[in-house]
Structures are given as C-alpha cells and as structure tokens.
C-alpha cells in the first residue's frame, strides 16, 4: 500500500465555501494498492471537521471513463454530494448540472458511480471517515479542472445548527432541486442507470 494523496488546506481551497476560514491543515489522505489484487484499490480517510461552516471534503471530480466506480464505508460518517453533467447540443456545460443528489453514508454502506455524475464525500461526523473504492482507470485533467474553475460542485454542504444543510454554489447557473437520498434508495436509483 502506498500513499497516493494527501490533501492539505491550501490545495483545498479553490473549491472551499469559505478558503479563508480555519480548518484542519490536512483534509484527507488517498492510500493505493490497498487489497493488491483484491476488489478495492484505494482507501480515503477524511479528518472529521470543518473550514468555516463547511465540512472537510474530497476535492470533488467526474471521470472521463466510462468504467463504473463502487465506494465502501469502512467507519465515521459520511455525505456523498453527487451532479450530473449537463450537456448543451451535444457538449458539456459545466456551470450547469442536471440534477443534485446527496447520499448519507454509513459504515457497510457501498455506492455505485457512474459516469457523467461528478462526486464529493463529506465528513459529516466526529471521527475520521473511512472508505474504499475501486477505480482503477486514471482521471483526465478536466476531471478535476472544472470543478476547480467553479469552485466547488453546484452545492456547498455546510454545518448550521449543528446538522448538515446545503448552500448553493453561485458559479453555476439553474441549480436543480437537490434530491436527499438513503444509501439504499440511491442503490435502487443506480441500478436503473446501468
Ligand atoms: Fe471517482
């Protein structure tokens, strides 16, 4: 197993709510090779917290290949923020998503992603979060370029009154009524897409 990322502060904070606010200096590390030959190939672990009111997050991105990608909770507690691509005569818009779906995720839990869904996890509990998925396949800049370029995903998941609400991204245009969702009703949802 080798260590693939680690994700500080400052190079989450072109997609943060608030990048000026205090928060963890780290965010989340990305260990590889996890089960060497096994089903899951990467390991996240997100430091529970948050930068403003926003909570520690992955930096968000879509995938270029058309490979499905299976995340599994391990421990803590998590959101998975989800938008599909928009596309305009045939080419992607990135400003504008079709549709918002935020997934709470607990420990046992496994998620199925498929392509044209943009995907963020959030820490939303007291302790790290710990997942595993199984992409193998790379990522193309714009996976995570346009993401960048706006800030963010179409929503912000922020902590007020002590429980998760959202906050809309205003570099994107249409924002779509966000869609909350159960592990299991989000499984039964992916399933019509494959
Ligand atoms: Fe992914």
Do not use: C
């Amino acid at each position: 197993m080798q260590i693939k990322t680690v994700r500080t502060k400052e190079e989450l904070a072109s997609v943060l709510l608030s990048p000026e606010e205090k928060g963890p200096d780290f965010a989340y590390w990305v260990f590889s090779g996890v089960s060497q030959g096994g089903q899951w190939e990467n390991m996240t672990v997100l430091t529970p917290g948050t930068y403003g009111q926003e909570f520690v997050k992955t930096f968000g991105h879509y995938h270029n290949d058309p490979h499905e990608e299976t995340y599994r909770v391990v421990s803590g507690k998590g959101i998975l923020l989800l938008q599909k691509k928009h596309f305009e005569e045939g080419s992607w818009t990135p400003n504008k998503v079709d549709r918002f779906i935020i997934v709470s995720i607990l420990p046992g839990d496994e998620t199925l992603i498929t392509q044209e869904w943009g995907h963020s996890l959030s820490n939303v509990g007291n302790e790290p979060l710990i997942t595993l998925d199984n992409w193998t396949h790379g990522h193309t800049p714009a996976d995570y370029e346009e993401i960048e370029e706006l800030h963010g995903m179409a929503f912000y998941l922020v902590k007020k009154d002590g429980t998760a609400d959202i906050e809309p991204n205003p570099n994107y245009i249409d924002h779509p009524t966000p869609e909350f969702m159960t592990a299991a009703e989000f499984a039964k949802f992916t399933k019509q897409l494959i």
